[in-house]
Every structure is written in C-alpha cells, then in structure tokens.
C-alpha cells in the first residue's frame, strides 16, 4: 500500500521541479499549467480507480510514468506559448 501511494504521489514532486523553474515568471503560463494538471490528474485518477471501462487496466506504475510525462510536456508548452517577457 506504502508502494502504491508512493507511485501515486510521485509524479508531482517531480513536475514541480521542472515546472518550477519553466514557468518562473509567466502568471499566464502558470495558470495555464495549473488548469491542465488537474485534467491529466483527472484523468490519472479514473485510471487509478479503474473507472474508465478499459478491459485491461494499465499497471499502476504505467500510469504514474504517464502522468510525469503528460505533466512536464504541458510545462514544455506552457512555457513554449507564454514566455517571460514576451506578452505583458
């Protein structure tokens, strides 16, 4: 159970370092970012629950690793579209 919540938590410590240092700077971007994690994380829990009528689950750990991935490509594009600088 340790293991799972584990996985479960992990893509978050891990998209805040990133996006961190990405989005520093870019209100728009942040915003932008913060509105699509809790679509990817909306989603990452229905994967989590099994509530998405899939007939193979994914393992737990493939849908941790997708939400690290989806979460830093949206920090990429956040911070790709709203640079620092740029639109004020």
């Not at 193979?56 to 849908?63: Q, R, S």
Request: aromatic share 12%; proline share 5%; charged share 10%.
């Amino acid at each position: 159970m340790v293991v799972l919540s584990m996985l479960g938590w992990a893509p978050y410590p891990i998209s805040w370092l990133y996006s961190r240092s990405a989005l520093d700077g870019s209100l728009r971007g942040v915003i932008a970012f913060c509105v699509g994690a809790v679509g990817i994380t909306t989603v990452g829990v229905g994967f989590y629950q099994h509530l998405f009528a899939v007939q193979n689950e994914p393992p737990t750990i493939f849908v941790s690793l997708g939400i690290v991935v989806s979460l830093l490509a949206l920090t990429k594009v956040c911070s790709l579209v709203w640079k620092t600088g740029i639109a004020r």
